[in-house]
């Protein structure tokens, strides 16, 4: 979900692909005994909670801990965080060693993935149990996090794609982002910029964004994962894809790859060297904080003036299958997607809230309330999300790393995209 291109997370390629390390065991972990978290003599339970994110969520977090420990003073939770790629190499680690923590940051990318390999704890029966309540929730993501029957996850922000753009610019040259304009009406605009400001490009080359050339693909009824677990696309549908952003980048109206580089962790836009860029809506809350320059959300630019392919995705809250305390873990992530409070202090760090009773209770102001609007707004256009398969994660860093080298000059787009489909095909056993 950069590399950031995903919810929130502020990953990399580096991060995908310590994601995917050590996997190959851990279809052993369905049986045997559960972590090292426990209990007391006096009842007093403790469990192990990770997430992944800087150090302003981790001390969000920190704040809804003590609140839940205060309603639940039996049970304790030892808490523990670490940027993305770190979060996951640590994780692949300890669930190798059948030691994962109780409860933890997951994304939709990764619910198959490790479902399928047994390491995460089916809700649902919590949920019959009484301790998970999966009602009050928004816009149908209490599905979210539901695979082949089973419920591997639960929401805790969501959010969707939008163009981000500084508006200055584009009103320079005339153009007004709005409902149902065009990707050649982007690129006209983007073209215009670049022209008129030599230290300035268009756009930030976004080709190498699964995310986004999943969305040019549902607008034509189709989608980058397919429901059989393969790609649902072709190699020509690809090669006019990243030809034709290569072709604008050569024209030198997107930033090229190696300014790109220089500026990182920073994003293209918020350092000023480009106009618009697209990625997760919640970034928003990120990006004005880097720059000085006034940001905007846009409408994602549509093939037929209607159809954007746009869906709710979200951060979510896994319990790990070895855990020796599934109902305090159910509890866990009930009063974090539920409380009021909570949905207070956490604001949209992780996205939009994911309940109508933490949406009602956060009143956004500034950049979180731009992110709401532009939520309110794609709401009629909004569809089911495609279920990615085992091995998503990994094609989707193949096709950052990939484009990558095609925007750098060095691989051409037909030989990239045969190196991506070989790649892609592998990760996903088809």
């Known amino acids: 979900m950069s590399a950031r291109w995903v919810r929130g997370s502020g990953r990399g390629s580096r991060g995908l692909r310590a994601a995917a390390v050590g996997l190959l065991g851990l279809g052993l972990l369905a049986s ?95 949920v019959k149990a009484g301790n998970l309540s999966m009602k009050d929730f928004r816009a149908g993501l209490e599905k979210a996090g539901e695979v082949d029957g089973k419920l591997y996850g639960v929401p805790v922000g969501v959010n969707t794609f939008a163009m981000f753009y500084n508006p ?133 630019p549509t093939l037929d003036g209607k159809k954007t392919g746009q869906y709710l995705s979200s951060l979510m809250l896994s319990g790990s299958a070895r855990t020796q305390h599934p109902k305090e873990v159910a509890k866990f992530i009930d009063f974090m997607t539920h409380d009021p409070e909570v949905g207070k202090i956490m604001g949209y760090n992780r996205g939009v809230l994911p309940t109508n009773a933490q949406y009602g209770a956060f009143k956004p102001t500034g950049v979180n309330a731009k992110i709401a609007q532009y939520e309110e707004s794609v709401t009629d256009k909004l569809e089911p999300i495609t279920p990615h398969p085992a091995g998503a994660d990994v094609a989707e860093a193949a096709f950052l790393r990939i484009y990558g080298q095609v925007s750098q000059g060095k691989t051409s787009v037909d030989d990239a995209v045969d190196q991506f489909f070989s790649e892609a095909k592998t990760a996903l056993g088809s």
């Open 32 to 126: 045997g005994c559960g972590g090292n978290s426990g209990g007391s003599g006096d009842g007093t339970v403790t469990i192990r909670y990770s997430w992944w994110g800087a150090k302003d969520r981790a001390e969000l977090i920190q704040k809804t801990v003590k609140l839940f420990e205060k309603k639940y003073p039996k049970i304790k939770v030892k808490t523990d965080f670490a940027e993305y790629a770190d979060f996951w190499s640590k994780f692949n680690t300890q669930a190798a060693g059948g030691n994962p923590p109780d409860v933890f940051q997951n994304s939709v990318a990764f619910l198959r993935k490790y479902g399928e390999k047994n390491i995460l704890l089916d809700l649902n029966q919590q």
């Open 168 to 300: 200055a610019e584009f009103k320079k040259v005339g153009v007004t982002p709005k409902d149902g304009w065009t990707w050649d009406q982007f690129f006209s605009a983007a073209e215009k910029i670049s022209k008129d400001k030599g230290d300035l490009f268009g756009a930030s080359d976004n080709a190498g964004v699964m995310y986004l050339y999943d969305l040019y693909l549902r607008q034509q009824g189709k989608a980058f994962f397919t429901e059989d677990k393969k790609l649902g696309f072709t190699e020509d549908d690809l090669k006019k894809w990243w030809g034709d952003w290569y072709g604008k980048n050569k024209d030198g109206v997107l930033v090229p790859a190696k300014k790109s580089e220089q500026v990182k962790p920073k994003s293209s836009i918020s350092s000023d060297l480009a106009a618009a860029e697209f990625t997760w809506d919640n970034f928003l809350v990120r990006y004005a904080a880097e720059t000085k320059t006034e940001l905007d959300l846009g409408p994602i």
